[in-house]
């Protein structure tokens, strides 16, 4: 799981879409992304692993929102179907399918689709998909007026803030303190800018421990 933030500025002519790199396997925890970009569609999927790359593989060469939406619909539905003939001798149930949910943008008109529990919808000027999803009513509070101003370089102190305190409050979503944050910069007409923030401490330096001393 993971959660994937996208949110409009400057009055709807630029879009951010942030996705935390924490995927946690059956016995193991790694850093991944889920954001992929190919044309001009940007794919954003959260659930698991095995799942979503199922799909992408199938949808990675349409070039249309709508198309690309239905696809995704189709598919998520016959991986249900699948799942329920197989029953438990499948890995995956129906219900694992409902909890993957994904995001279809368009990065040169910034229109977006959702696709989550067998429907297809548009979005708002602030989505959240994934695991950090309860907490969407929080996030919109600390954006707060943000459609109306432009991107800046102060907003991923913002992002960095929000993914905190998503990853303080759902052990699903990767706190910026570990994993990697991704973003992506959409702008109409212009070309899609991707960044990475990292807090990487040099975990061999002693000073960045303290040593307090106890009675034993």
């Known amino acids: 799981m993971t959660s994937i933030l996208m949110f409009l500025l400057n009055k709807g002519k630029q879009m951010v879409v942030v996705g935390d790199t924490q995927h946690t396997y059956q016995y193991s925890t790694k850093e991944e ?61 129906a219900d694992d399918i409902d909890s993957c949910e994904f995001m279809i943008i368009n990065s040169e008109n910034l229109k977006a689709n959702i696709i989550s529990h067998g429907l297809t919808n548009g979005t708002k000027n602030v989505e959240l998909i994934g695991s950090g999803n309860p907490h969407i009513g929080e996030v919109q509070q600390m954006l707060g007026r943000i ?27 990767g706190h910026p303190a570990i994993f990697n944050l991704e973003v992506f910069l959409l702008e109409k007409s212009k070309s899609p800018q991707r960044f990475r923030i990292s807090f990487k401490p040099d975990i061999t330096d002693y000073d960045n421990y303290e040593v307090k001393s106890e009675n034993a």
């Open 147 to 173: 459609y109306e101003f432009p991107f800046g370089p102060h907003l991923f102190k913002k992002i960095v803030e929000i993914y905190g305190f998503l990853g303080r409050n759902d052990a699903h979503t």
């Open 33 to 93: 992304s889920k954001l992929e970009l190919f044309g001009k569609l940007l794919f954003c999927a959260s659930g698991y692993d095995k799942i979503i790359w199922w799909i992408y593989p199938e949808i990675n060469n349409l070039r249309v929102t709508t198309s690309c939406s239905k696809k995704i619909l189709k598919l998520t539905q016959e991986k249900k179907e699948e799942f329920s003939r197989i029953g438990t001798s499948s890995s995956f149930t």
